[in-house]
């Protein structure tokens, strides 16, 4: 019960602090002299988006609890990564990052849980986001990629130009509860290790020259063709 509340409580907080942002930018946009109902409109469309996926992962949680499988279903791999960036965008706006997405285009789908992968990219692209605003280091510049590996797995790279992380804990980052940050509950990489697991996948990190980091996510997959992911 314990590790359930404390995982309510770590993977609602980010789409609640989105759906905050969002209605602040609507309601800017409106306050304008002229205001900018176009894009209001797109910014209420983010909190709905967020809300929804909010309701998804508590009704997956709710699942974990009652030992429910997976609801896997077919998944368009390079939707799942604009999906999860569209839930992340009014923060990395905030933030002035760059985004950039270099997505194969012939990658073909992966088997999986929906809500449950997109919680695990929306963390990662979290944690990307924090390393970043951490430090006075510019430009931030985030790197999303799909592609394919040499087994034939789906690959998912999010790059970051953050802090890095420290060689001496590289190997502590996935432990539950293990974090640097003065506000962290450390729970983000053990949850999204395990939903990856779950899905006979692997998720680790690796240093990015010339600073930032990188995590990796490979999944299973079928109906690919080939790709590249440098
Ligand atoms: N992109 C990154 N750049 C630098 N360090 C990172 C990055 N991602 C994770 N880390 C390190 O791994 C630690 C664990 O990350 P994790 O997401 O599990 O917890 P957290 O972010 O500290 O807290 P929270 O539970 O709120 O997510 C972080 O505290 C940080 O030290
Ligand atoms: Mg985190």
Do not use: Y
């Amino acid at each position: 019960m314990d590790e359930l509340a404390a995982s309510i409580a770590h993977e609602v907080s980010q789409p609640l602090a989105a759906i905050v942002t969002n209605a602040e930018s609507c309601l800017a946009w409106l306050a304008k002299d002229r205001p900018d109902v176009e894009r209001a409109r797109r910014a209420a469309e983010r909190i709905v988006r967020n809300g929804q996926h909010a309701t998804n992962v508590i009704r997956s949680l709710r699942a974990m609890l009652h030992r429910t499988p997976l609801q896997v279903s077919p998944l368009d791999f390079n939707a799942l990564a604009v999906g999860a960036l569209d839930l992340m965008r009014s923060e990395l706006a905030r933030h002035h990052v760059i985004v950039e997405t270099q997505l194969c285009p012939l990658l073909g789908v992966v088997t999986g849980d929906r809500t449950r992968l997109q919680q695990v990219i929306v963390n990662l692209v979290s944690n990307a986001l924090e390393s970043m605003a951490e430090g006075a280091i510019w430009p931030r510049h985030l790197r999303v990629c799909t592609g394919i590996d040499a087994d034939g797995a789906a690959r998912l790279s999010i790059s970051d130009s953050g802090t890095g992380i420290d060689p001496a804990t590289m190997s502590r980052i996935f432990e539950p509860f293990f974090t640097t940050k003065r506000d962290g509950m450390g729970l983000g990489l053990s949850i999204s290790r395990s939903i990856v697991e779950s899905h006979g996948g692997r998720l680790w990190a690796s240093a990015r020259e010339p600073r930032g980091s990188t995590f990796h996510l490979c999944l299973p997959a079928r109906d690919l063709c080939p790709g590249v992911c440098s």
